[in-house]
């Protein structure tokens, strides 16, 4: 569809927690932008949000048409199905990645954002390419620190 923008977005982590990246691949027309970033330390969902949130933090338009095609149920699924909005109203209490979400939200309030879900490693090409930058930016990148990110913050620590 003219005048819309195209964003394939994965996030990938090597244990989860663990070491971890994002890719992100934005289409407009004959225009194409790749991002990506690792860190040191994070889990697959806060990748998985933070590769949305970057594709749209590259936006130069306020007010974009835009569609995300991701294969993360809980990004696509806590916007598509208004989760993240009760949460919100609710101060993100007991909720993980309040941090990331507000960033999200931030910019998704930037433009007419929807979202599609695709199923990972199913040979859609562009989500492949993601998932390559994903991987590829933690396993080969220089990692930066997920400041957001609190361990401590896991169910499944060690009691």
């Known amino acids: 569809m ?8 994965d996030g990938a ?12 691949v934005l289409i407009y027309g004959k225009h194409r932008l790749e991002k990506s970033a690792g860190f040191r330390l994070t889990t697959n969902n806060r990748m998985e949000l933070l590769a949305v949130i970057e594709g749209l933090e590259a936006l130069k338009n306020p007010g974009s048409k835009v569609v995300v ?5 809980y990004v696509a699924d806590s916007v598509e199905k208004g989760w993240v909005f009760q949460w919100e109203s609710k101060g993100y209490k007991k909720k993980k990645n309040p941090d990331l979400w507000i960033r999200f939200l931030r910019i998704y309030r930037k433009h007419n954002v929807r979202f599609i879900w695709i199923k990972g490693h199913a040979n859609n090409i562009e989500n492949e390419i993601c998932d ?3 991987v590829d930016a933690y396993s080969k990148g220089q ?3 997920d400041s957001g990110y609190n361990p401590e913050d896991e169910d499944n620590k060690l009691l």
């Open 2 to 9: 003219p005048n819309e923008i195209t964003i394939y977005t």
């Open 13 to 24: 982590s090597g244990g989860n927690p663990g070491p971890g990246g994002f890719g992100a």
């Open 69 to 73: 095609y991701t294969d993360s149920k």
């Open 132 to 134: 390559r930058l994903a």
């Open 143 to 145: 990692l930066l620190e």
